[in-house]
């Protein structure tokens, strides 16, 4: 067995230790006689899984008791729709369009009801975080929109709009637990989890109590309102139970590492590591304003697409796998989620920095 450093942006690395773990329980967890992917959702033993791992989520993130965590399904694309179904009351909410991710989530509200775009950084192709301190906002918006960390573009906003009252919503998919945040400053949080915290299938989202409610938009399905799942601890119907498994196993591999504080030190260290090589770099550059870059997800290019293809590749043969950028930014793209070892990182940048060495006279 050979396992590699994976940058993928997602699906994403995963710790060694939690999948030994799965490992060593994949044919029978605890005393049950059988694996988690096989047991009733009503079971004792699956219920405990559940509820241990929205106590662990709670302590890592330090989630206050009006706030509910739900565990659905669907992907982050779903709460793109859920989140006006349930929020946009008005019909009116603002987003901030910073990249991929909130650009598609506003595309996706627009079948709603109104959308205003607050902000935006499509002029320089999303590589950059608008000022967002003093923003129009109109009086009737029902909530506020960010993608915190958008995931192909590699920037983060790291000062929260000022939404003059209005509710903040917030996509932490490609930072979830990567990074202390306030949860009360936000109404509600998403993740889909196969970014930083287990496998696809799994989308957790964290949503003040107050904005639970029976009178969603018409025509809003049982499943896609909030208060279906908060009313059955997300046991409504059958949730992913092997996915939620996993997510509680990468948990306690968190709160035994110390927690979220002292896996941002290391992330902050990882990070460093190859800005300080791209800064330095007379090959390779980042693609993002320096104040606004991501501590997950860094993208960089040569300034020849050859160049660019010939390093992937020759990363890929060195065991440095899935580096290539996204289409819509092109070059590389390495992300650094809290799975991905220091080693990993040294090991990137050594080979930049040869790669380097070998292309530039
Ligand atoms: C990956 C990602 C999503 C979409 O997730 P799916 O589960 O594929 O629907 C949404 N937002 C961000 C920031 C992402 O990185």
Redesign the pocket.
């Known amino acids: 067995m050979s396992r590699v450093y994976n940058f993928s942006a997602?699906p994403a690395v995963l710790p060694d230790e939690v999948l030994r773990t799965a490992q060593s329980e994949l044919l029978e967890y605890g005393n049950s006689g059988m694996s988690v992917m096989e047991m009733s959702h009503r079971s004792k033993d699956f219920e405990d899984i559940l509820d241990e791992a929205e106590k662990n989520l709670r302590t890592l993130m330090n989630i206050p008791d009006n706030y509910k965590v739900l565990f659905l399904q669907g992907?982050?694309?779903t709460q793109f729709a859920m989140i006006p179904m349930n929020l946009m009351i008005n019909r009116s909410a603002g987003y901030i369009v910073t990249g991929q991710?909130s650009k598609k989530a506003a595309g996706e509200a627009k079948i709603f009801g109104t959308v205003h775009e607050l902000a935006s950084s499509a002029d320089k192709n999303f590589s950059y975080i608008p000022e967002l301190g003093d923003l129009n906002i109109p009086e009737d918006l029902d909530y506020v929109y960010i993608?915190q960390?958008?995931?192909v573009h590699g920037t983060t906003i790291k000062t929260l709009p000022n939404t003059k009252g209005k509710t903040l919503v917030s996509?932490i998919?490609?930072m979830f637990l990567s990074e202390p945040l306030d949860v009360t400053k936000y109404g509600l949080l998403f993740g889909?989890v196969?970014?930083n915290v287990g496998p696809a299938g799994v989308?957790i989202v964290i949503v003040r109590e107050d904005l639970i409610r029976d009178d969603v938009l018409p025509f809003t399905p049982t499943m896609m309102k909030y208060k279906t799942h908060a009313d059955n601890k997300s046991l409504f119907n059958t949730p992913p139970c092997y996915g939620i498994y996993i997510c509680g196993l990468v948990f306690k591999w968190l709160l035994k590492l110390g927690g979220v504080n002292a896996i941002h030190k290391i992330n902050q260290a990882k990070a460093k590591l190859l800005y300080d090589y791209l800064d330095s770099s007379k090959l390779f550059h980042g693609t993002v304003e320096k104040k606004d870059r991501s501590l997950m997800n860094v993208p960089f290019v040569t300034g020849s697409r050859e160049l660019d293809a010939e390093f992937v590749n020759a990363a890929t043969q060195a065991g440095l796998k899935n580096i290539k950028g996204h289409r819509s930014v092109g070059g590389m793209r390495a992300s650094l989620y809290n799975a991905m070892p220091v080693e990993g990182v040294a090991k990137l940048v050594d080979f930049m920095a040869e790669f380097e060495k070998a292309h530039i006279s």
Do not use: H
């Open positions: 997602g992907g982050g694309f991710w993608c960390n958008e995931t996509d998919s490609s889909g196969q970014k989308v």
